[in-house]
């Protein structure tokens, strides 16, 4: 399997603009979340998804932030409009059944807000 | 609130010594806690993980504490190299099973 994989790996908009990060989990895992990392607050958890369907989302800092996950192969995160201290790295990390087995995590979109 | 805590400070140890992280929590009853490895620019690796009914885990030169009375876990890389350079996170799980992640010790190990 080749993990989970985020695109795109950089991203660099501008404030005002909308953002889409993209996430294929790992094949046959049924959870899957968002995590949001900067060097202030560390790893925060934004939403987490069981069988493609949103659990908890009081991670997600405001409305302008959106996530889905319409089949079990494909989640997005979506920033609109972005602001300068959406900046952070965001990753995607998916685990089967419970978080008991460990979560493997993409290699992150680094996002830039200018 | 649930609180995770780590050394903020870097560790720095000398190849072939022992390296010993810790880990604090509060306000958690984990049915078990993680340890992750992260390399700059990368995510999170999954290490190991230990049960709130085991006291000790073992995977080749990592070694795992997990005491719930203290509610501390103390994570050990015997025999360090350089290679073990990189951030180490503890993780909890909520009642939901969502992981909660500490703020991460810096290891840097010089030969």
């Known amino acids: 399997d080749a993990g989970v994989i985020q695109s795109p790996r950089h991203e660099v908009t501008e404030m005002g603009q909308e953002v889409t990060l993209r996430c294929k989990p790992i094949s046959g895992h049924n959870s899957l979340f968002w995590y949001r990392q900067t060097m202030m607050r560390g790893l925060e958890l934004l939403i987490y998804?069981?069988?493609?369907?949103?659990?908890?989302d009081s991670g997600m800092p405001e409305d302008r932030f959106s996530a889905k996950m319409p089949n079990a192969s494909f989640s997005t995160l979506k920033i609109q409009p972005s602001e300068p201290r959406d900046s952070a790295v965001y990753f995607c990390a998916s685990s089967l059944l419970t978080s008991e087995y460990g979560y493997t995590f993409g290699s992150g979109t680094r996002l830039t807000v200018v | 609130s649930q609180k995770i805590e780590q050394n903020s400070e870097a560790l720095n140890i000398q190849e072939g010594k022992t390296a010993t992280l810790t880990c604090n929590y509060t306000n958690y009853s984990p049915a078990y806690l993680q340890w992750y490895r992260q390399d700059p620019g990368r995510g999170p690796v999954f290490l190991l993980l230990i049960r709130e009914n085991e006291k000790e885990k073992r995977k080749e030169r990592l070694k795992v504490t997990f005491d719930t009375t203290l509610k501390q876990s103390l994570f050990h890389i015997t025999a360090s190299q350089p290679a073990d350079s990189a951030t180490y996170l503890c993780a909890l799980a909520d009642s939901w099973g969502k992981l909660q992640f500490g703020a991460g010790t810096q290891v840097v190990v010089t030969p």
């Open positions: 998804f069981n069988n493609n369907v949103p659990i908890d």
